[in-house]
Nanobody
Framework: QLQASGGGLVQAGGSLRLSCAAS??????????MGWFRQAPGKDREFVSAISRSGGRIDYADSVKGRFTISRDNAKNTVYLQMNNLKPEDTAVYYCAANRGPYDDYVRRFVVAYWGQGTQVTVSS
């Protein structure tokens, strides 16, 4: 029900835009928070960014602040992650994630009900 796309191979300093579409009317109507996590080889999955349904609340991991921008189009049930000035340490599988519950549960406790399939982002030096 979450379909991510937009990953690829890019040189350091380059940009990529990830997209994640939520399908299914019932699912889409009740999703509150959408966002992204990532998992690099040999590391735990980590929070990247989140956006509330209204777009009024947005959060980023410190490691991506100033370089990544999250946005959302509720008419298309889609969340985007614009990634600029990419660094080799951004290399990871990026997972779209969504939750129906409170925003703070998502960003403070990483409560996620729905996961996308992941899209690979590789940044070469």
């Amino acid at each position: 029900q979450l379909q991510a796309s937009g990953g690829g191979l890019v040189q350091a300093g380059g940009s990529l835009r990830l997209s994640c579409a939520a399908s299914g009317r019932t699912f889409s109507n009740y999703v509150n928070v959408m966002g992204w996590f990532r998992q690099a080889p040999g590391k735990d999955r980590e929070f990247v960014s989140a956006i509330s349904r209204s777009g009024g609340r947005i959060d980023y991991a410190d490691s991506v602040k100033g370089r990544f921008t999250i946005s959302r189009d509720n008419a298309k049930n889609t969340v985007y992650l614009q990634m600029n000035n990419l660094k080799p340490e951004d290399t990871a599988v990026y997972y779209c994630a969504a939750n129906r519950g409170p925003y703070d549960d998502y960003v403070r406790r990483f409560v996620v009900a729905y996961w996308g399939q992941g899209t690979q982002v590789t940044v070469s030096s």
